[in-house]
């Protein structure tokens, strides 16, 4: 079975411009959760995508969005990139029908400058 | 603001040893329990999961979890120096774990 794939891998954007990632999850998982790392935060929850509705989202601003497709493809948008966003953008996928392990995508590496 | 608290390490162990790594949480409603490895570079890798208390045993790894004092442990029988990574625990946020949060992880070094 394939795991969970992210594009692109590596991008390199301007403060001011609008960042748009994909994850395509596990076949057969329907929940999708976004991930900021960085080194002084460490891995932070963004948003939980389930059957195409935002289930959860954590603590940040509204420049940070997501959706769900049919397929279970999400795709993450960042609006009016600052410096601080540089960082590894990760996606996870789980079934979320009783078995909820999350298996991560291999990140986007996302750099403003 | 719920949390997830673990060393940060260096935790260094001989080749051969037992490596003990240690986690709390605050959020007594969690209910699910995970331990991923990360090494420098490359995202993380689900290697435990638990939900019940006691212990899970996978190959080298075991998983210990107690509820009643909010804490959740891993143990790497046998290290090996491909065990040198960071490893983060990470709890379900209440009774789903369809909110994870992570703990900034255990650097772990395995000396030969």
């Not at chain 2, 051969?16 to 709390?24: D, E, K, P, R, Y």
Request: hydrophobic letters at 25%; a positive charge.
């Amino acid at each position: 079975k394939a795991g969970v794939t992210q594009t692109p891998r590596y991008l390199i954007k301007t403060r001011g411009q609008q960042v748009t990632l994909s994850c395509s999850p596990i076949s057969g998982h329907r929940s999708v959760s976004w991930y900021q790392q960085t080194p002084g935060q460490g891995l932070q929850f963004l948003f939980e995508y389930f059957s195409e509705t935002q289930r959860n989202k954590g603590n940040f601003p509204g420049r940070f969005s997501g959706r769900q497709f049919s397929n279970s493809r999400s795709e993450m948008n960042v609006s009016t990139l600052e410096l601080g966003d540089s960082a590894l953008y990760l996606c996870a996928s789980s079934q979320q029908t009783g078995e909820d392990e999350q298996y991560f995508g291999p990140g986007t590496r996302l750099t403003v400058t | 603001q719920k949390e997830v608290e673990q060393n940060s390490g260096p935790l260094s162990v001989p080749e051969g040893a037992i490596a003990s790594l240690n986690c709390t949480y605050s959020d007594r409603g969690s209910q699910s329990f995970f331990w991923y490895r990360q090494y420098s570079g490359k995202s993380p890798e689900l290697i435990m999961f638990i939900y019940s208390n006691g212990d899970k045993e996978d190959g080298r790894f075991t998983a210990q979890l107690n509820k009643a004092s909010q804490y959740v442990s891993l143990l790497i029988r046998d290290s090996q120096p491909s065990d040198s990574a960071t490893y983060l625990c990470a709890v379900g946020e209440g009774s789903s774990a369809s909110k994870i949060i992570f703990g900034s992880g255990t650097r772990l070094s395995i000396r030969p």
